[in-house]
């Protein structure tokens, strides 16, 4: 079992799922899709066609980077600007 609290972000992989957490990383057998419909919406986001991040840990988010409290950057190769504003408007 993972805690939701845990997970910094999630990056897909076809069929699997790469989870990285504070302590360990993940990768399991489940789609991106599938996260979206178990992790509490109003904890995670979809910023990317390939990420989910954890809101409570963004410090800082940019067009092409997302800063949390362990992961300095994450880089991603596009950010959807709807789901960023998405998810910056459920900050407040």
Sequence with gaps: NIDFSEILYIKSDGDYTHIFCRE??????????????????????QIHRSYIVNIQEIE??????????LVTQASFPYIDPELLIQTLLSLT
């Design 24 to 45: 360990k990383k993940y990768i399991v057998a489940y789609s991106l899709k599938y996260w979206l419909e178990k992790l509490p919406k109003n904890n995670f986001s």
């Design 60 to 69: 800082k988010m940019s067009i092409k980077v997302v800063n949390t409290a």
